[in-house]
């Protein structure tokens, strides 16, 4: 399964949305050193119930767009 994600980082509150086709999440981790990124993962896996090595950024690692790949 793929999930086109765009990430807002350092925010005040943690939330999820969504927009165009497109996941929206917004994390209190600051970008820099990949913390928002591991903290987005750690999101999407545990709301639809997986391991954190089975959901994998494929895109997007320097930006807030972001190609999510989750394995079944």
């Given at each position: 399964?793929?999930?086109?994600?765009?990430?807002?980082?350092?925010?005040?509150?943690?939330?999820?949305?969504?927009?165009?086709?497109?996941?929206?999440?917004?994390?209190?981790?600051?970008?820099?050193?990949?913390?928002?990124?591991?903290?987005?993962?750690?999101?999407?896996?545990?709301?639809?119930?997986?391991?954190?090595?089975?959901?994998?950024?494929?895109?997007?690692h320097?930006?807030?767009?972001?190609?999510?790949?989750?394995?079944?």
């Amino acid at each position: 399964m793929y999930l086109k994600v765009f990430v807002t980082p350092s925010a005040k509150h943690e939330k999820i949305g969504e927009k165009d086709e497109a996941l929206t999440i917004s994390v209190r981790e600051p970008a820099t050193g990949n913390r928002a990124n591991l903290r987005v993962r750690e999101i999407i896996a545990k709301r639809l119930g997986k391991r954190l090595g089975e959901v994998r950024i494929l895109t997007g690692h320097h930006s807030r767009s972001k190609m999510i790949s989750i394995t079944d």
